[in-house]
């Protein structure tokens, strides 16, 4: 176990049992054929994000058990913090870089999307907020902002995670967090709790990711059972979500870049510093991430005679590939790797504690087969492509008249096929 694999995340890929070059070539035509399915079998908008089954459980929209699972988090974020400063100065020894970047990172994603907007719920700084009773005259947070500072706040974390040199040393994390804990409670007592659904990073991540979530909230605020695309076509004014989600799949994809012979023969070939040229890689991937949505964006303004930017308005249908991206490459590493949080909570300052019975443990690599992680791995990054084309297919259809709909969507479906090809192709290079 090194801290390497923990910062990235990624790791065994070279032996999973599946033949590349068909694995790239399927997934990219399942793409292409499902889009023709499409456009013969969808000829009308069907999303809906206002209808769906509600929920009739009363514990979900209870105030009190929200009220405690807040104070359970917030008890766990600061004893993640002291054993950051206090408890082994290794890595391997300590629970805080393992908490944040297995448990909290990795673990938010399958929690977005299964239970809904999780951490907004239990967001630990909006207790602190709350209990010191800022924000109580609060100014309206600047339109123009949108989600720019959140989308600065997750830049800076996935920089942190794939490239900064000593990125999973205990106390650094736990100065990062109480950093970030600061940064965003004093913004919040300018502009009171709204601060944390615009520029709280994590809460803005959780919160997108859970439109994707069969769990979703009406207009009216009732919770109800939907079909997990409906949230995906609500309309969302807020600017910056496009630049977001990019930054989401091109950090992603920059990991999977990390883990391919290419790239090391690239860092043994130049005389810069790995954590420049890493850097260079990170922004080169979100870059051309960015220039592929925004120009088929551009494109299908062109080509469907709209006159306003689309960019905007299909922004939420990249959120599958983000949760596809996420999953496949983070699967197994939260599966295995994640069993090491709660190995170590057994004695979180190396005292010789042994609360659970797991001194001296390791995690049991053998849960996983390569096969079973193979197939997860395909499958998340082919129907999150497949998600997202049917999402932007129902947007076009509410957006444009039948004919401009289908023209309109040919630069998404190649910008998607491309995607789809290069997300597999990094993900099974070895």
């Given amino acids: 176990m090194s801290t390497e694999f923990l910062a990235h995340g990624l790791g065994g890929r070279t032996d999973l049992p599946l033949n590349g070059a068909a694995a790239v070539v399927g997934g990219a035509l ?41 104070i359970v988090v917030l008890l766990l974020a600061v004893f993640v913090v002291a054993v950051g400063f206090f408890g082994p100065a290794e890595t391997n020894a300590n629970l805080a870089p393992w908490a944040l970047f297995v448990t909290f990172w990795v673990g938010l994603i399958p929690a977005s999307v299964l239970l809904g907007p999780v951490w907004r719920a239990v967001n630990p700084l909006r207790t602190v907020l709350s209990a010191l009773r800022l924000g109580r005259d609060p100014r309206p947070v600047p ?33 990062l967090i109480l950093g ?30 859970a439109r994707c979530a069969p769990l979703g909230r009406r207009s009216d605020g009732r919770l109800i059972l939907r079909n997990p695309l409906a949230g995906l076509v609500r309309p ?28 090391q023969a690239l860092l043994n070939a130049t005389p810069l510093p790995d954590v420049l040229v890493a850097t260079g890689g990170l922004v080169v991937s979100i870059a051309g991430i960015s220039v592929l949505y925004f120009g088929s964006m551009r494109l299908s303004a062109v080509v469907s005679g709209s006159s306003e930017p689309l960019a905007a308005r299909f922004a939420a249908t990249l959120l599958p590939i983000a949760v596809g991206y996420g999953v496949a490459h ?17 004695d979180p300052f190396g005292t010789g504690l042994d609360l659970f019975g797991s001194a001296g443990d390791a995690p049991d690599y053998s849960v996983l087969s390569p096969g079973a992680v193979a197939m997860v791995q395909i499958n ?36 998607m096929v491309l995607l789809t090809g290069t997300g597999l192709l990094l993900l099974l290079s070895g």
């Fill in 30 to 70: 399942a793409v292409a054929v499902s889009f023709v399915a499409l456009l013969a079998l969808w000829s009308k908008p069907w999303l809906d994000p206002e209808a769906g089954r509600p929920v009739r459980f009363a514990a979900v929209n209870s105030a009190r058990l929200r009220g405690a699972a807040r």
């Fill in 143 to 175: 339109g123009w902002l949108g989600y720019r500072v959140a989308t600065a706040w997750l830049l800076g974390f996935v920089w942190l995670e794939l490239v900064a040199p000593n990125r999973a040393d205990p106390r650094l994390v736990a100065a």
């Fill in 180 to 209: 970030y804990a600061l940064l965003n409670l004093a913004a919040a007592a300018r502009y009171g709790p709204a601060w944390f659904e615009r520029g709280d990073g994590f809460e803005v991540y959780s919160t997108l990711l």
């Fill in 236 to 263: 969302d004014p807020v600017p910056g979500l496009a630049g977001l989600a990019c930054v989401l799949i091109g950090s992603t994809a920059f990991d999977g870049l990390t883990r391919t012979s290419w790239w």
């Fill in 330 to 346: 983070y699967f197994s590493f939260f599966v295995i790797e994640g069993q090491q949080p709660f190995i170590l909570a057994g």
């Fill in 380 to 415: 998340a990054i082919v129907l999150g492509h497949l998600a997202s084309t049917a999402a932007a297919h129902d947007q076009a259809l509410r957006s444009f008249d039948a004919r401009a709909a289908r023209l309109g969507q040919l630069p998404v479906v190649v910008a």
